[in-house]
T-cell receptor, first 115, second 111 residues
């Protein structure tokens, strides 16, 4: 298999607080993990690429100080949304990729609502 | 910048009809994946095509990779309500392993 989990599946937080989302590859080692954001009825928008043990690479327009990514092990990456605002409300999805492979396996997503 | 143009973006058909979704690019991809996503869930990988001209079948779904590896199509035969969902094509970039996603096709199959 190639199972990726995300936690939490949904979270509601108040404006100004920080939220951490975890992404885990359950049955394989993921040298690379990706974080996406998705708006309703739209495709996925890549936010950043995370390689184990190194700094994440952020896509143009994504604030690295606001969306903190840590990939501390081959099975875990975290995304922390700092000082969240209502406009950060979205569906966040992670994916994981084995070394040398092209396929990405996606987590079930996290619905973030900032009030 | 590599782009994948996916069409149509919306498709509403009756059960039993056939349909084709297209993904086109001016760039060459090392491989191309097709995903299906249901509301509130993450995309699920359906297939990966890597060789120009390759055809893969998954029950009633037929996937084809263009000879030049710049385009792909997904054909569904005798669509069923259970096929309803968002279909995404994604090309693997040569550099860095990023996936370039198409805009998605929202398919609705009515009974």
């Amino acid at each position: 298999g190639a199972v990726v989990s995300q936690h939490p599946s949904w979270v509601i937080c108040k404006s100004g607080t920080s939220v951490k989302i975890e992404c885990r590859s359950l049955d394989f080692q993921a040298t690379t993990m990706f974080w996406y954001r998705q708006f309703p009825k739209q495709s996925l928008m890549l936010m950043a690429t995370s390689n184990e043990g190194s700094k994440a690479t952020y896509e143009q327009g994504v604030e690295k100080d606001k969306f903190l990514i840590n990939h501390a092990s081959l099975t875990l990456s975290t995304l922390t949304v700092t000082s969240a605002h209502p406009e950060d409300s979205s569906f966040y999805i992670c994916s994981a990729r084995r070394q040398g492979a092209s396929e990405q396996y996606f987590g079930p997503g996290t619905r973030l609502t900032v009030t | 910048t590599q782009l994948l143009e996916q069409s149509p973006q919306f498709l509403s058909i009756q059960e039993g009809e056939n349909l084709t979704v297209y993904c086109n690019s001016s760039s060459v991809f090392s491989s191309l994946q097709w995903y299906r996503q249901e509301p509130g869930e993450g995309p699920v990988l359906l297939v990966t095509v890597v060789t120009g001209g390759e055809v893969k079948k998954l029950k009633r779904l037929t996937f084809q990779f263009g000879d030049a590896r710049k385009d792909s199509s997904l054909h569904i035969t005798a669509a069923q309500p259970g096929d309803t969902g968002l279909y995404l094509c994604a090309g693997a970039n040569y550099q860095g392993g990023k996936l370039i996603f198409g805009q998605g096709t929202e398919l609705s199959v009515k009974p």
